[in-house]
């Protein structure tokens, strides 16, 4: 299902279970179902500024043990809120896998909802997210910062 966000088109993918893919990018052979139908919706609501939390169910079926257990602390960062990749790397127990989480977040299946945007580097900079291109993607994760009401100055911290 293609979606427009105000960045741009997003794509998004289920199964029978729930929510799985939301992508910057083109997704061929997707399902339209009531867990993307969902997803759209809540997405929506958050972009405009009435959601701060997704109840949408979620099923992945990809990734590591590793990287599960990154998304899942992901999941755990409060709306408004940014935790370094070295704080995910304490999260998970692995305080010295902080290029890891990097290359967990880079496979996140379910950015925004598993707000990998919130994650910034250890001296307050934004690095790296999604998208076709990493000035794409950088431009993408500060918009989601803003929109959660982060000023630049409260990310630089």
Known sequence: ?????????????ANNSGLTTISFTTIENHQTN?????????????????????????????????????????YQIPYGQTRSYLDIAHAVNSPKAVRAIGQANSKNPLPIIIPCHRVI????KLVGYLGSSEQEGLRIKKFLLQREQLTLKEIEK
């Open 1 to 13: 299902m293609k979606i427009h966000a105000p960045f741009g088109p997003m794509w998004l993918d």
């Open 34 to 74: 009531c867990f993307t139908e969902q997803a759209a919706a809540e997405l929506e609501d958050y972009f405009l500024g009435k959601r701060t939390i997704f109840t949408v169910p979620l099923s992945i079926q990809i990734g590591t043990v590793f990287q599960q257990r990154v998304w899942q602390a992901l």
């Open 121 to 124: 580097g250890k001296s307050g």
